[in-house]
C-alpha cells in the first residue's frame, strides 16, 4: 500500500501561483510514477500531470502546459505541482496518484493509489 496526502491548495486569484506538495508513504516512493488529477464540480477525474520514477520524464495536460510543472525529490518522499498563472477553470479538487509502472497513463483507472485532494480555488 501506499499513503498519499496532498496539501498546498487555497483561494487564490487570477494570475497568482501556487504549489502543492504530495507526501507518500508506505513504499519505495522511487519505484512509482507520480501523477496529479483534479476533479471540478459537476465533471470527470481528470489528468493534470505525471512523472516517471525517476523524474526524468513528465507528460501534461494540453490545458496545463507552459503554466504547470510537476518535479519530484525522492529523498523526501515527496511530488510537487506547482502551478502559475492560474485561471478560474483551473478550480478543483486536485488528487495525486500513484503506479507502480514507467508508464504515465493519462486514465485516471490506470493509476492505482489515490489520495484524499485538495481544493483550489481561483478567483476572477
Known amino acids: 500500500q501506499v499513503q498519499l496526502v496532498e496539501s498546498g491548495g487555497g483561494l487564490v486569484q487570477a494570475g497568482d501561483s501556487l504549489r502543492l506538495s504530495c507526501a507518500a508513504s508506505?513504499?519505495?516512493?522511487?519505484?512509482?510514477?507520480m501523477g496529479w488529477f483534479r476533479q471540478a464540480p459537476g465533471k470527470e477525474r481528470e489528468f493534470v500531470a505525471a512523472i516517471s520514477s525517476s523524474g526524468g520524464t513528465t507528460n501534461y495536460a494540453d490545458s496545463v502546459k507552459g503554466r504547470f510543472t510537476i518535479s519530484r525529490d525522492n529523498a523526501k518522499n515527496t511530488v510537487y505541482l506547482q502551478m502559475n498563472s492560474l485561471k478560474p477553470e483551473d478550480t478543483a479538487v486536485y488528487y495525486c496518484?500513484?503506479?507502480?509502472?514507467?508508464?504515465?497513463?493519462?486514465?485516471?483507472?490506470?493509476?492505482?493509489?489515490w489520495g484524499q485532494g485538495t481544493q483550489v480555488t481561483v478567483s476572477s
Open positions: 508506505g513504499r519505495t516512493f522511487s519505484n512509482y510514477a
Open positions: 496518484a500513484a503506479r507502480a509502472s514507467v508508464f504515465l497513463p493519462v486514465g485516471a483507472t490506470r493509476w492505482d493509489y
